[in-house]
């Protein structure tokens, strides 16, 4: 049986955006899913509830994580309160729920979906509108079965009852049906809401939450958008070069949320901080388009676009595609070549001799990525790449004009000469048995449609992900050595948890849970230093933010790591603290408070590849060389623009520790 959060998410999937709910409120979705879970405990009979009170019937948990965790708190508490209340307070919870819930419908087969990426229904639903529940059974799609009740005089069943109360409620029917549709059934939806006093009062309690009077009241308009102050020509150019998540927490601090900002040739709306961040997931696909901000990148490789400028439904079936060559799982398949690959590659750093890190990970990072994504090395064209990757990031962010310059003109010669070879070996070779790899599903893809992935398009297609992989895993990946390096406490618990790591009979994919003390390493660097710290987008519908009205039209900068270096959701946020990601502090799950690879639909792809490939990298490392510690006032230089990558940063190898062996097991 599906639970009624899930039949909500159901109900509420653009398929064409492979969005949740576009165009409605959070707060709706929120208390929508709040009262699907009230309404669940009343069908389990853990809860009664009436128009004044809602009454604790059963305190026993139910083993599932979408009810048990309201139960308790209804179980706990000292005194009697009515739905309102309660619905209030489990709304306080509504990501929670959603991300249980998701959970729960990938798990059954019935959602296909990458974090925080475009959701779609599996085939196999897709094409019968039914979903697997249990023992072999099905039940027809969600919104077939809405639709079919709103516009017919069909007996309803009592779950669906409870479905339509809490859609009419929270607005979800504006959002699926448009205005005569409405009007066609409003009788309908209210014969059908009355026929259940659960349903009934769930549903004036929601609306009686939505009312406006109820809502905090909206801040007066200024009259124009606060202007951060910055130099003659430059504008604010040199201060965001310097650091640009630090130079935007400081606006926010003294503007705003809202602010415009200047550089050389060029204005943005800035749009800062988890508010922002929650908007860009939230409404970005109504509001946003990709493509004038990001157009050189794709023109000065003589493609007519790439998933960084697509929108609507090109690019949720590209990112489908590309999502799976860069999912964890692919990391996870390969964990024992990725190891293999570190350790031949950190064979080759010198003992006893300073060496800079982020061109070692860069090489490192590069064999890597060739192996899960084409097969093919790209041995002797990393520093091409690294170098077509930052002129094109220039030529697209401030500098049209720089690709003309010789050394970019030679970096991207280079790199169509890389695709001509990786293409050529992946015709001789033929796709990967077993899992496809990222070129595979791109070449299926352009055999499926040829439009969508014409053969101008391949060479960058090609490259893209060796690029990506050289620019932010292997900054990524300087960046947690040089944390580790300043605190050796850390990087003793590190060496000894890759050494149990390696000495387990497991094979490394299926050991990574056990790689804790890394993982949470990986997500504090993240914090510290995100991937991706901003977007820039191109308002396409006007909308209202903050009190300001931002126009059709306009650039748009969404400073989406602003929230990791605020105090009120990361205390202390210049230490380096891995224990903020533990269950009992948890602060990265603070909504929109923590995303490191950026927000909505165009999130980096690589968020779940990347730090499992690095977790196995670090370990592979700690487990192979003794590293000499840095001193702990060591400041790092870190360029951060056009990404953030680290300057002159050093290692020193004190020598090859005995215990490691070749042990990949």
Known sequence: MLRYAEEILLLVLDEGRGELAPGMPERSLDLALAGAVLMDLALEDRIDTDFERLMLVDATPLGEDILDSTLAEIAGAEQEHDTGYWLERTAGRGDRIREAALARLTDRGILSSETDGPLSLVPSVSRSRRYPVADGQWVEETRLRIMRLLFSDDIPDPRDIGIVALADACGVFRTILEPEERAQVRDRIELLRNLDLIARTMGQAIKELEKPGELPAKPARPKEIPVAPGLPLLGNGLAMSRGLVTFLIRQYRELGPIFRIRAPGRGFICMVGPDATNFLT????????????????????????????????????????????????????????????????????????????????????????????????????????????????????????????????????????????????????????????????????????????????????????????????????????????????????????????????????????????????????????????????????????????????????????????????????????????????????????????????????????????IGLTMATILRELALQPLDPQDVLRVRSFPTMQPVGFKVRIHGRRSSAGSDTN
């Open 282 to 613: 939230t409404h970005g696909g109504t509001v946003f388009r990709s493509l004038e901000p990001m157009a050189n990148f794709h023109n000065q490789m003589g493609a007519s676009r790439s998933i960084l400028t697509m929108d609507g439904v090109d690019h949720v079936t590209m990112r489908k595609v590309q999502a799976k060559g860069y999912s964890a799982s692919v990391a996870k398949d390969s964990g024992a070549e990725i190891v293999d690959i570190a350790r031949t590659e950190i064979a080759k750093w010198p003992v006893g001799k300073s060496f800079e890190a982020l061109p070692a990970f860069q090489n490192l990072i590069a064999e890597q990525m060739g192996h899960m994504m084409t097969g093919q090395s790209p041995r002797g064209y990393t520093s091409d790449l690294t170098t077509l990757l930052g002129g094109l990031l220039l030529s697209s962010a401030v500098f049209p004009h720089i690709m003309k310059f010789p050394r970019f003109r030679r970096a991207r010669e280079r790199a169509f000469e890389l695709a001509e070879k990786v293409l050529a070996h992946k015709e001789r070779s033929g796709p990967r048995e077993g899992n496809p790899d990222f070129l595979d599903l791109m070449l299926e893809l352009r055999s499926i449609d040829p439009q969508l992935v014409p053969e101008t398009n391949l060479p960058l297609n090609v490259v893209a992900p060796y690029m990506v992989g050289l620019d932010t895993t292997a900054s990524t990946c300087s960046f947690m050595l040089y944390n580790v390096l300043k605190h050796p406490d850390l990087m003793e618990r590190m060496t000894a948890e890759a050494d149990a790591f390696f000495e387990q009979d497991l094979k490394p994919g299926e050991g990574l849970r056990r790689l804790d003390v890394s993982r949470r390493a990986v997500m504090e660097t993240l914090r510290l230093h995100p991937v991706s710290p901003a977007v820039l987008r191109t308002v396409s519908n006007s909308f209202e933010f903050a009190g300001h009205t931002v126009p059709a039209g306009r650039l748009v900068m969404i400073g989406t790591a602003v929230g990791h270096g605020l105090e009120e959701y990361f205390p202390r946020p210049e230490r380096f603290d891995i224990d903020r990601y533990t269950q009992d502090r948890g602060e990265h799950r603070q909504r929109g408070a923590y995303a490191p690879f950026g927000a909505g639909s165009h999130r980096c792809l690589g968020s779940g590849l990347v730090p499992v490939q």
